[in-house]
């Protein structure tokens, strides 16, 4: 489960009235189990509220509003509820607003009301962090990634991460300076020719592909790879990151899917997780598990 600050989904519950929409956040997370939080308002604070900022540093730490009172109690309070609900949906993820002295992450103010940044964290971030959540800014949190990682982890798929340079293509994939030893796939999308069906095709990376062909053997007529706009809306990712895991953005079940019938299940299976800087690697038997658990059956190809 993951949870996201309120006021970048939109919610106006910010100090000073105000949301603090974030269009990716409100994207990638729709359609999604997500729990939304916002620390100060749980704490019983008003909204709008006095601005407030952290003084001190590690147990000596404050929260201080412009006007000079004490907050501190609040804000633990409103820290301590957050986990609680993050205790209660066994959460692993937190994707907050930075900068904010509850929910930041990277940067908070620096306690002297001058509008200057500072490396810290926020009280509920902190408090997060401590007990083992990976916290990330709502700003340039990796939202395709957490997806995937956290689907694998609530349905008890476990994954080997690799790390590496951007790749778009096999070619570039099979020249990676990072040893990966499951197998390797190309995922290709296609469509029909009335552009009403649509088709994730899970292929060994080397085995040779002919789309007349496939189509043909298939009973599936003529095909085409299908456009980035389909691919988006389909799948939810972009070119050069198709990926099986892609399948849990798409919740109605409309794209069909179609596995290599050469894949070796004794051998592990890798993916990106729906951006091409990482690759996952898990068992065969964890893929198949995966695609079930999305709600799908397959044709073997
Ligand atoms: Fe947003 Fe967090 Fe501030 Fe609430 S406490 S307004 S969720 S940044």
Redesign the pocket.
Known sequence: MIIV????MGEA???DGKA?PLDQAIEELKNMEVIH?????MAGLPTPRMPMEIVGEGKERKVLSKDGKEYTQDFID?AQKTLDICKEHNVRYAI??DK?P??GSQQIYNGQFEGKLIPGMGM?ASLLQEYGIQVFAAETAPYKKIKVYDYLEQHGISYIKHEHEPVYTVEQANEMDVSIQAQQCKNLFLRNKKGDRHFLVILEHNRRFDLKQFGEENGLGRLSFASSKRLKKYLGVEPGSVSAFALINDGNHHVEVYIDRDFNSEQNISFHPNQNDETLEITYQDFEKFIKSCGYTYQKC
Not at 37 to 41: G, N, Y
Request: with cysteine.
């Open positions: 600050s309120s006021c970048v519950c910010r100090y603090y939080i916002c620390p100060e308002i409103g907050l607003k904010s509850s929910c509920t």
